[in-house]
């Protein structure tokens, strides 16, 4: 199993279809669980997914439209009921906070979850640092988008560290605890000489995650979508239909991939498609987001699991 994977628990815009479950994403790093914009059925999605509510960390909503945030009561009363433990951070619109709180106590349960609320207004990183497992080199970011209600997107950036060569470690007799604390101070004596970091290592680039839900055409989903080996974005809509989406605050499936393309990422995951589509010809918005990105791209399904592509080597 994958460290770092996607596990889609629905995909569907607006209304759900007898085979796409309202919008719901569950972001497995190491050891945090981010659970994106959990739609209605996101807890039983979760449970055909094999996601338990104990391993959700944080919760990050990008607007308070009924398909991103319908699942959200249900998914929380679970954790309580599960007797999660550990502390779960929800972040969201920080303007919507009333709808935010209205969610949050929409039945009456056992409340026993430990929820740190984390409204976002203004764009920047909205955690830095630690993750769940005390490790570092953990930053989330938001960023306003351009939709018909306040829309945040969001990236997860690891920052970028060397990678160690053992062959070059062995041939400068470097072992052991030797070996982290020339990562840390950089340089080593051994036997009489000097080890320098750069000599048994090579610059590793840290992964990006992004996601970029409703939104039309803007730099602020460019700007998350930087150099992401995911991007996971919305295509509710064909090309053809470029007037519904401008309208109604959508992506088109070609603007998904020019978002991708002059943003240099590498695996697309296209998502959140309109129902209208449900008939038609399977591979329509993939073909149209390919014809502006010529990477990799997957039309998610519910309960796929998409692995975040291994590490790029080098820092661009
Ligand atoms: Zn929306």
Do not use: K
């Not at 104990?54 to 009561?73: K, Y």
């Not at 972040?91 to 106590?105: I, K, M, Q, S, T």
């Not at 990183?125 to 953990?138: I, L, P, Q, T």
């Not at 918005?285 to 791209?297: K, M, P, V, Y």
Request: hydrophobic share 40%; glycine share 12%.
């Amino acid at each position: 199993m994958a460290n770092r994977e996607l596990v889609v628990l629905g995909t569907a815009s607006q209304a759900p279809t007898r085979f796409r479950n309202h919008n719901g994403y569950f972001l497995r790093w190491d050891a945090e669980g981010l659970l994106f914009d959990p739609g209605e059925g996101t807890q039983r999605q979760m449970l055909f997914a094999g996601v338990t509510a104990s391993q959700v960390t944080r919760v990050c909503l990008t607007h308070f439209h009924g398909d991103h945030c319908l699942g959200l009561p249900g998914v929380l009363q679970r954790m309580a009921l599960d007797r999660v433990a550990h502390p779960v951070t929800a972040y969201y619109p920080g303007v919507n906070a009333e709808v935010f709180g209205r969610l949050r106590h929409a039945s009456l349960f056992h409340d026993t979850l430990t929820l740190l609320e984390h409204p976002v207004d203004g764009d920047g990183v909205v955690a830095d640092g630690v993750a769940a497992d005390g490790g570092s080199g953990f930053r989330l970011e938001a960023r306003a988008l351009s939709h018909l209600v306040p829309a945040i997107g969001y990236r997860l950036v690891e920052p970028d560290g060397r990678h160690m060569l053992p062959d070059e470690l062995a041939a400068r007799g470097v072992d052991g605890p030797d070996i982290g604390l020339l990562q840390r101070s950089g340089r080593l004596e051994v036997g009489g000489r000097v080890v320098t970091l750069e000599e048994v290592s090579v610059p590793r680039r840290g992964q990006r995650f992004a996601f970029v839900m409703d939104t039309r055409l803007c730099d602020a989903a460019f700007e998350l979508a930087d150099g992401a080996d995911m991007l996971v974005c919305e295509s509710t809509f064909a090309d053809a239909d470029g007037a519904l989406a401008r309208d109604y605050g959508h992506l088109t499936a070609g603007q998904a991939g020019q978002i991708a393309a002059a943003a240099g990422a590498r695996l697309l995951v296209l998502t959140h498609f309109s129902q209208r589509y449900e008939t038609g010809p399977p591979q329509r918005l993939r073909d149209e987001a390919a014809a502006a990105f010529s990477g990799e791209i997957v039309m998610a399904a519910d309960l796929d699991r998409i692995p975040v592509p291994r590490r790029a080597s080098g820092v661009r």
